[in-house]
Nanobody
Framework: QVQLVESGGGLVQPGGSLRLSCAASASIFSINVMGWYRQAPGKQRELVAMEIGRGLTSYADSVKGRFTISRDNAKNTVYLQMNSLKPEDTADYYC?????????WGQGTQVTVSS
């Protein structure tokens, strides 16, 4: 079992950057699949970025070239670096981990992109 705690959200102007962090309560070394999802008001939760082990990553088309997912196994933390933010990136962002075929979610962190 693993608990996930996100941080780093906030209010940023269009074109700005934020880095989200997801701290896990257990070692993430053996967790192959970790990622970030987001849910905007009135919309379904959608995949933003996923790391599927050995450095393989996948991104939503809407964030390719702007967002980067990475992990620090020593700190049991996964990051989402978000650059060139747009108002349409406004959403609650959730960290996800798949451990032994079971999915775990964090509580979310809010990102608002507005001038």
């Amino acid at each position: 079992q693993v608990q996930l705690v996100e941080s780093g959200g906030g209010l940023v102007q269009p074109g700005g950057s934020l880095r989200l962090s997801c701290a896990a309560s257990a070692s993430i070394f053996s967790i192959n699949v970790m990622g970030w999802y987001r849910q905007a008001p009135g919309k379904q939760r959608e995949l933003v970025a996923m790391e599927i082990g050995r450095g393989l990553t996948s991104y939503a088309d809407s964030v390719k070239g702007r967002f980067t997912i990475s992990r620090d196994n020593a700190k049991n933390t996964v990051y989402l670096q978000m650059n060139s933010l747009k108002p349409e990136d406004t959403a609650d962002y959730y960290c996800y981990a798949n451990l032994q075929s079971k999915g775990y979610w964090g509580q979310g962190t809010q990102v608002t992109v507005s001038s």
